[in-house]
Structures are given as C-alpha cells and as structure tokens.
C-alpha cells in the first residue's frame, strides 16, 4: 500500500524508521547497513527529509544522528499512516479491546525502533485469556502478515522489567486510561 504510493524503498524505510516511534535514532552508516543499502543513496534521502522539515539532524561527537520531527504538522499523520501500513492498529483493535483487563502495550524489539522485520513484540501488561489471546494473534498475524510475540506481565513484573525491556523508548500502543 504504502510502497506504491512512495516509490523509492529508501525513503520508505526511512520514514518507516522515525515516524513509527518518535524516540528512535539512527546516523548514516547505522541506516544503511540496516537497509541494506549504500551509504550515499541514504544520505539524499536523509538530506531530503530533513529539508522538507520531517527530519531534524543533531551531530553528537564525529557522528550525525536523525530522528522524526515531531512538531512538523504533519508528524502524526505520518505516524498514523506508518502504524496502518505496518498492521499495528489492527493489531491493537482487534487482540487488545476485548482482552481482558489490559493496563498497557507496548511493541519493543525492531518494530519500536521502526525495523520491519516481519516480527512485532508486544508486551502486555494485565490480565488476560490466554487461549482467547492465542486465538486473536492467530487471526491478526493472517491480517497483517507478520508474526506477533506477546509477552504478558502483571503490573509488579511490569516494574521489575521496566528497565531490562527498556520500555520508557518502547512505543506505547494502549492505555486503558487510568
């Protein structure tokens, strides 16, 4: 969907890297071995985007780091869009809203670093069915076409892991409002 509408597979794998979660960060040499790509292709996008006012670039020592700009006002319709083409909103909708009493999610691993994978962890913190839990990842992996990972925990093991799972850059995908 989204790579019929934007043609070059670098900028789309950029834009899939920052606008998916707005703490991530990445320089030049760190993007194009994650794209597979050469350095120079990743460069003029980088310069691209950056220009268009969607990217904001910070040197830190000998290196330059580019994240989201996340008061560009386009920012969140980016996001929303990126999240779509991902499969994070079906995700969401139809595994967490009718769960059980669900707290938090969070997707960490590549996905919350705007890796495409082609695995979403997700950490959920409550209470859930189990079975019922199994049987609606089944049917959103089949929607999505990528494989989720869930890992559940109470509130207290949510404390206890907080940091270990790093879970404050982690992209929280549900609150259940508390």
């Known amino acids: 969907m989204l790579d019929a509408l934007i043609t ?3 900028r789309l794998n950029i834009l899939l890297k920052f606008f998916v979660n707005p703490h991530t960060k990445g320089y030049l040499r760190e993007l194009a071995a994650q794209m597979n790509e050469s350095t120079n292709a990743v460069r003029v ?4 985007l950056v220009e268009a006012g969607y990217l904001e670039r910070s040197a830190q020592g000998n290196k330059v780091y580019y994240n989201a700009n996340t008061k560009h006002p386009l920012y969140k319709d980016i996001h929303t869009v990126v999240k779509k083409y991902l499969g994070i909103d079906v995700l969401i909708d139809s595994v967490l809203s009718k769960l ?3 707290n938090d999610a969070y997707v960490i691993g590549d996905y919350s670093r705007g890796i495409d994978s082609g695995i979403i962890d997700v950490v959920i913190i409550g209470t859930v069915d189990y079975s019922y839990l199994a049987q609606l990842i089944e049917k959103a992996e089949g929607i999505i076409k990528r494989k989720v990972r869930p890992l559940v925990l109470s509130p207290k093991e949510k404390t206890k892991y ?4 790093n879970l404050d850059k982690a992209l929280l995908v549900w609150h259940n409002g508390k």
């Open 162 to 165: 907080k940091e270990k799972l």
């Open 100 to 102: 059980g009493k669900v």
């Open 45 to 48: 996008e980088l310069d691209r």
């Open 8 to 10: 070059s597979k670098t």
